[in-house]
């Protein structure tokens, strides 16, 4: 896997912010709900370049699996102290699929999603909101979008971002630091940053097995299958225990 190869527009992006961000602000600013204006006023730091950000490039394996996270059992089980992202650019598998930007402000963080930045003069894309651990609730939540300019304000898409945010903290993931032009093997793939950037590269264990010795387990959330066929994911708390050593199948065998 080539890095530029797949996020070219993507690395330019989190290598210098978003140009034209004022014109993306206006447009947000034109849409019919009354308390869209004074929200991103506030968050316009999101269209800025942050070189505070720590730039992450996620596998389509990690994007697959964060969607079996329900939704509610993050309101329920997370909060600002298990969420230590401050600032964070993800660059999706592809420039298709876009990027996510993501700013801490206290006890909420506020996201932009870009996608097709493929077409990037045609047919940009892009959802803005904030989630808040206090109220455990979106800014804009699903029966406060608008009629029109539903791209900006899209439900389903600020739910994706806070799955995988939350994936990346507690999933079953890989992650390996890549810095600028370097070369790496995970599993089959080979990865090259032929960027500029340092570049973290998060891949999914989901279908991999594990063989480890004993161990004591700390207390953490688990992704646990529920629902039809034990095809979703729920995230819930297990308290510290002591594990013994085990061959693990894979998740997705072990279904």
């Not at 993931?173 to 080979?190: C, D, F, V």
């Not at 953490?220 to 039809?228: D, I, K, V, Y």
């Amino acid at each position: 896997m080539n890095i530029l190869k797949t996020n070219k527009i993507g690395v330019m992006l989190a290598k210098s912010g978003f140009t034209g961000g004022n014109k993306m602000i206006n447009e947000i600013k034109k849409t019919p709900h009354k308390d869209l204006t004074s929200a991103f006023t506030v968050n316009t730091n999101l269209l800025r370049h942050n070189p505070k950000s720590k730039i992450i490039r996620v596998s389509k394996s990690v994007i697959d699996a964060c969607k079996l996270i329900d939704i509610e059992s993050i309101r329920e089980n997370i909060d600002a102290s298990n969420f230590n992202f401050i600032s964070l650019f993800v660059l999706l598998d592809n420039d298709k699929s876009g990027i996510i930007k993501v700013e801490r402000y206290g006890g909420d963080f506020s996201f932009v999603m870009i996608n097709n930045l493929n077409d990037y003069v045609a047919k940009l894309e892009y959802t803005f909101n904030t989630y808040s651990f206090i109220s455990k609730g979106f800014y804009i939540e699903k029966d406060e979008i608008p009629e029109e300019g539903g791209d900006i304000v899209n439900y389903e898409k600020s739910v994706f971002v806070v799955q995988l945010l939350t994936y990346l903290i507690f999933g079953d993931i890989t992650e390996k630091y890549l810095p600028a032009k370097a070369k790496t093997q995970i599993g089959s793939t080979r990865i090259f940053n032929n960027s500029n950037l340092n570049i973290t590269f998060c891949d999914s264990l989901w279908k991999q097995r594990i063989r480890v010795d004993g161990f004591k387990v700390s207390g953490h959330f688990r992704l646990q299958a529920c629902g039809e066929g034990w095809m979703k994911r729920k995230l819930i708390w297990i308290e510290e225990y002591e594990k013994h050593g085990y061959n693990r199948m894979a998740t997705v065998e072990m279904q």
